[in-house]
């Protein structure tokens, strides 16, 4: 089934469009989709976090955190120890954005080869 205009929200009646504006672009930053994924079996360290997600730096995945944080997506749990120890894991609604953000991944990974092949046809001429 096609989706058509009329599927979507629209303007009023209670939908604010720059809320969802911010909301879907926090989710799909360069590594919010990354975190939310690898936090998908339960809490994870910071160090932990930073050794699965290939590429994002210290400061990135802080910052990255603390938005997700701030939204209500990750919960962020401080144990008194020493060193301290800071884990992080989804909230309730955090756990609902794992069916979609899954099927994006999976998408993206079942078409990777698809686009890269139009990328290149576009490229050339």
């Not at 078409?111 to 001429?125: C, M, S, T």
């Amino acid at each position: 089934m096609a989706l058509s205009h009329t599927d979507f929200p629209t303007p009023g009646d209670g939908y604010d469009c720059r809320m969802v504006r911010e909301i879907l672009d926090l989710v799909g930053d360069k590594w919010s989709l990354y975190i939310i994924a690898t936090l998908k079996d339960g809490p994870v360290r910071f160090n932990e976090l930073r050794r699965r997600i290939d590429g994002i730096s210290q400061r990135m995945l802080t910052l990255t955190l603390r938005g997700l944080e701030r939204d209500g997506l990750v919960k962020r749990s401080l144990f008194p120890t020493i060193p301290p120890r800071v884990d992080y894991e989804l909230t309730d609604v955090g756990l609902t954005l794992l069916a979609p953000v899954m099927a994006l991944v999976t998408w993206a990974d079942t078409n990777q080869d698809i686009i890269q092949d139009a990328r290149v046809r576009y490229d050339a001429g």
